[in-house]
């Protein structure tokens, strides 16, 4: 079993930087891809960035350039580095878990932390 534990979310202004961690609790963390996920209110939950167990990265268009996932295997912990934020970027943030490749669709994923509330003031 992996269990995960998000922290870092709050509230910020809009141009400001928040940096997530997700601390996974497993024996063989670096064979887990690992993703960041975010559901706004009324929306579904949508793919943010992930990260394969070597450090190959995917992004999602509507962050690319402005958040960085990066992962410590010697930690078990992933981060998610946001910068420049937007008020929509305003949601729960979610990190999942998967043995192996790298994925963008939250069904995909096996193991989730219980997510951390990301809120981007104008």
């Known amino acids: 079993q992996v269990h995960l534990v998000e922290s870092g979310g709050g509230l910020v202004q809009a141009g400001g930087s928040l940096r997530l961690s997700c601390v996974a609790s497993g024996r063989t963390f670096n064979t887990f891809a690992m993703g960041w996920f975010r559901q706004a209110p009324g929306k579904e939950r949508d793919f943010v960035a992930g990260?394969?167990?070597?450090?190959?990265?995917d992004y999602a268009d509507s962050v690319k350039g402005r958040y960085t996932i990066s992962r410590d295997n010697a930690k078990n912990t992933v981060y998610l580095q946001m910068n420049s934020l937007k008020p929509e970027d305003t949601a729960v943030y979610y990190c999942?878990?998967?043995?192996?490749?790298?994925?963008?669709?939250?069904?995909?994923?096996?193991?989730w932390g219980q997510g951390t509330q990301v809120t981007v003031s104008s």
């Open positions: 990260i394969s167990g070597y450090g190959n990265t």
């Open positions: 999942g878990a998967r043995k192996w490749p790298l994925q963008r669709v939250p069904t995909a994923y096996n193991y």
